[in-house]
Nanobody, 123 residues
Framework: QVQLVESGGGLVQAGGSLRLSCAAS????????MGWFRQAPGKERDFVAA????????YYADSVKGRFTISRDNAKNTAYLQMNSLKPEDTAVYYC????????????????WGQGTQVTVSA
């Protein structure tokens, strides 16, 4: 099993920045790829960003391109999501996810999930 714990969420004004972290423990060899997803109230969980083991393949949702940056530190078993120029529409619970194989953008492909961290962006 893999345990994922997100941190770094909070309340920020529009235009501000936050950095989310996702610490993995347990069978971390299963975290071949890691992704960030988000879910706003009453909406489905949406893809935000994903990164493979080496960092050589990275994907972003169109809505966050140019503002968010995903990265990982394999020595620390941690993935990050740097969020800049935040907008009120970025408000959601952000989830970290992991899977053994290549990075994908679908929630159905990820085997392990964290509990989520709330990000609230005020206008």
């Amino acid at each position: 099993q893999v345990q994922l714990v997100e941190s770094g969420g909070g309340l920020v004004q529009a235009g501000g920045s936050l950095r989310l972290s996702c610490a993995a423990s347990g069978r971390t060899f299963s975290t071949g790829s890691m992704g960030w997803f988000r879910q706003a109230p009453g909406k489905e969980r949406d893809f935000v960003a994903a990164i493979n083991w080496s960092g050589g393949r990275i994907y972003y949702a169109d809505s966050v391109k140019g503002r968010f940056t995903i990265s990982r530190d394999n020595a620390k078993n941690t993935a990050y999501l740097q969020m800049n120029s935040l907008k009120p529409e970025d408000t959601a619970v952000y989830y970290c996810a992991a899977r053994k194989r290549w990075a994908t953008v679908s929630t159905r492909d990820y085997e392990y999930w964290g509990q989520g961290t709330q990000v609230t962006v005020s206008a």
